[in-house]
């Protein structure tokens, strides 16, 4: 599958950008969560969040290179898991057209930044 432009695609490129940004505001901790167990971060967009009672959850592409679970607590901000896997392993999971096209989006923006 590849990126044509479609209306899917850049709503996909539009969130995926606001996640990046929210990812770097100071009240947020996610990102110094991951930092911790990856190291320096060049680009991070969340693919997936799912709240819970008392957790969140989270896929994030980090680096263009590999995608992080998170588990978190949702009242006190601890990490509860981690755990991280490469982007062809988490390719292969996806199964619906439009997890592979905001995957492959979220893709393109570490790569390219664009």
Not at 12 to 41: C, D, F, H, K, Y
Not at 49 to 76: C, H, K, M, Q
Not at 79 to 89: A, D, P, T
Not at 98 to 111: G, M, W
């Amino acid at each position: 599958m590849r990126l044509i432009g479609s209306l899917l695609e850049q709503s996909s490129r539009e969130e995926l950008t606001i996640s990046w940004v929210g990812l770097r505001r100071p009240e947020n901790r996610l990102l110094s969560i991951i930092e911790a167990q990856v190291g320096l971060i060049s680009s991070a967009f969340v693919l997936n969040w799912t709240p819970e009672e008392s957790e969140d959850f989270y896929a994030i592409l980090v680096n263009g290179s590999s995608v992080v679970f998170l588990e978190v607590g949702r009242f006190n901000g601890d990490l509860v898991k981690f755990e991280s896997i490469g982007v062809k392993e988490y390719e292969r999971s996806l199964r619906s057209r439009q997890q592979r096209i905001r995957f492959l989006v979220a893709l393109d923006l570490a790569c390219h930044g664009k």
